[in-house]
């Protein structure tokens, strides 16, 4: 039995019996900004205590001269080698549907036995609907809340969300792949992607983090534990505009972004969407 199919049949066992689950994905690299998208699912995996259900095999899938293995000491001061793959994790959401997460690195190799090898594992799931996270560097202010798209190329769930087609055609990344795979094996997948602001694109981006997070609150009907994020995401704001107040030419060009999106946003502050935010604050408050 090859390393592939070894970790198929493994991690079908190891997601049998979940309870009406739903999926988050997110992969380090290419597809995340900030590392927003990969915070996000950690975030998640952290809070609800996720416990390892599979991995993949590295060797299948990476290139390790592209993604090197890492070196750490461990409490007793020991050497220890991790190795970069991805991981499937299982947790339970406070409303008693178990949450799948997939988490890893972008990998190098084989793509499509790599997809092939999540579906079947989603199938085996019996899961439903899959929401695929990414983040792109844009040009759009801190200051103002982080623009998310959510988009899917299953025409059904698009007119059931009121999603917009996606018109990007160009390079894509593994999250554009496996949602393809995910589309044609009959799955229900979401692509979510934040706009990070290109001028503080090191990482964390909390304020990011946070946005994709109630994205997946609306996608799923889930109320989401956020932990300390949102004081996260007001701190690195309030720290982005020190460095702004310090930089002239930063501070016009935040001007100039701020001023550029909220004329080309005036005609979207609808009753629905104004609607939905209250009804998410009204939530919150609900449970405090």
């Avoid at 079908?12 to 009406?20: I, Y």
Wanted: hydrophobic share 40%; aromatic share 6%.
């Amino acid at each position: 039995m090859s390393g592939t199919e070894e970790m198929n049949t493994r991690g079908n066992a190891g997601l049998r019996g979940l309870h009406d689950p739903v999926v988050v994905v997110a992969f380090e690299g290419w597809n995340d900004a900030g590392s927003a998208a990969s915070a996000a699912a950690e975030h998640l995996a952290d809070i609800y205590d996720a416990e390892p259900a599979f991995s993949l095999d590295q060797d299948d899938f990476y290139d390790f001269q592209v993604n090197r293995p890492q070196v750490s000491l461990d409490e007793n001061g020991h050497s220890q080698i991790t190795w970069p793959t991805t991981e499937v994790r299982t947790a339970t959401l406070p409303d008693g549907r178990d949450l799948v997460l997939v988490q890893g690195v972008e990998p190098n190799l084989r793509w499509r036995p790599f997809c092939q090898l999540l579906v079947s594992a989603l199938i085996s799931a019996g899961a439903q609907r899959v929401v695929i996270l990414g983040a792109l560097l844009a040009d759009t202010p801190h200051t103002r809340p982080v623009p998310v798209s959510v988009s899917s190329r299953d025409e059904q769930l698009s007119a059931e969300y009121g999603l917009e087609p996606s018109t990007y055609e160009g390079p894509t990344g593994i999250v554009g792949v496996l949602a393809d795979a995910l589309t044609r094996a009959g799955m229900k997948a979401f692509s979510v992607w934040a706009a990070i602001p290109h001028y503080v694109s090191h990482p964390p981006c909390p304020k990011a983090t946070l946005a994709l997070l109630s994205r997946i609150e609306d996608l799923l009907g889930a109320q989401l534990e956020l932990g300390d994020l949102p004081e996260l995401a007001r701190a690195w704001e309030r720290g982005v505009n020190e460095l702004a107040a310090d930089d002239t030419e930063v501070a016009e060009y935040v001007a100039t972004l701020e001023q550029q999106q909220d004329a080309a946003e005036l005609p979207e502050a609808s009753g629905d969407a104004i609607a939905a935010e209250f009804e998410r604050y009204l939530r919150r408050r609900n449970d405090t």
